[in-house]
């Protein structure tokens, strides 16, 4: 499989992104082939966490959410971390970005607490996703189907529940990035 | 006003709870005369933090959620910080604690990410509250009115939003503690 030529945004809050859901589905996808872009919420350095709370890495920010736009992009990945989710969540430019991607049919990963964004995009409804198991109750009263899988595809939404699941995750969010514009997708958006 | 005789419940996650969203409640009810006692998930101390992420105290565990029943207390208080409140809203015996005082129809605090505890429980359905800005999608999508005040009550329900909120919301829980039982509590039991 080839990512050649295809463009991946990946997500970061200022701190508390999880690690190795962000460092291993970036690297994934970028060995693919694909150019990835960090986006986050601010220039410079952003803190990534391991466990949710103790500090692991840091790595620069390449584009600001502020100037980022989907149209740019092949596809987008959302990593966990609770406050790292929770701090993307509140971002109304992150919301309409990450909209945008299920507007026009591009296919979007999200492991872990990675789906509170989704649904403050109100893009879950009658779609089908995993998640920690703490975002389940969030995602069910937004309307979506929960599954306790490692990995679930429901046509360009590709979603897994903690760092354990990582190598599926990396392998399908590649599939799919490879199959480009699942238009289905753009149905719950 | 006086809480004597008063038994006032204060949960507390093995890590990751707001630090001033427990110490300054449990100080305004004992001060006030409630007995207040600290329930954990787990024996031994407990780890608070500061904006989420940076570590802050430690503070032993009166008890643990397992030998707790909503039918020895009063009152109950429920701190925020994002890991803290997602660790609380993971436990099953915490959520039928909580749900329990509003079967009981007894007043409850709770602040800032707080409110994802009442989501799981199912009991926000037809209430007004406030919570930190993240958990509104949350609160509304479980069917709950969400309203920006630094303290809302709501019949027994006592909600604010962040530390900043921490004076007003301790007056208010002090109240309605006193006032004792609200029948109207339980209707979203």
């Known amino acids: 499989m080839s990512l050649e030529g295809r ?3 990946i997500l970061i809050a200022p701190r508390g992104t999880e690690e190795p859901e962000f460092t291993e589905p970036k690297e994934a996808v970028a ?3 694909a150019t990835v872009t960090v986006i986050g919420l601010e220039d410079g350095e952003a803190e990534t966490v391991t466990g949710d709370l103790d500090p692991a890495g840091r ?3 390449d584009r600001t959410i502020g100037g980022a736009s989907a149209a740019d992009f092949d596809g987008l990945i959302i990593p966990g971390g609770c406050v790292g989710a929770d701090k993307l969540r509140a971002s109304g430019d992150v919301i309409a970005f ?6 026009q049919g591009k296919p979007v990963g999200v492991i872990c607490h990675g789906p509170w964004t989704l649904v403050e995009a109100d893009v879950v409804k009658g779609r089908t996703l995993t998640s920690y198991p703490t975002v389940r109750k969030d995602i069910e009263n937004a309307g979506g189907r929960w599954v306790d899988e490692e990995c679930v595809c429901d046509q360009g939404l590709v979603t897994s529940r903690t760092p354990k699941d990582l ?3 990396c392998s399908k969010i590649v599939e799919e990035f490879e199959e480009g514009r699942h238009p289905a997708q753009a149905r719950s958006a």
Do not use: T
């Not at 990450?98 to 507007?103: G, I, K, N, T």
């Open 7 to 9: 463009n991946i945004a």
């Open 31 to 33: 060995k693919a082939g």
């Open 59 to 61: 790595y620069p920010v």
């Open 98 to 103: 990450v909209h945008d991607f299920f507007a």
């Open 167 to 169: 190598p599926a995750f």
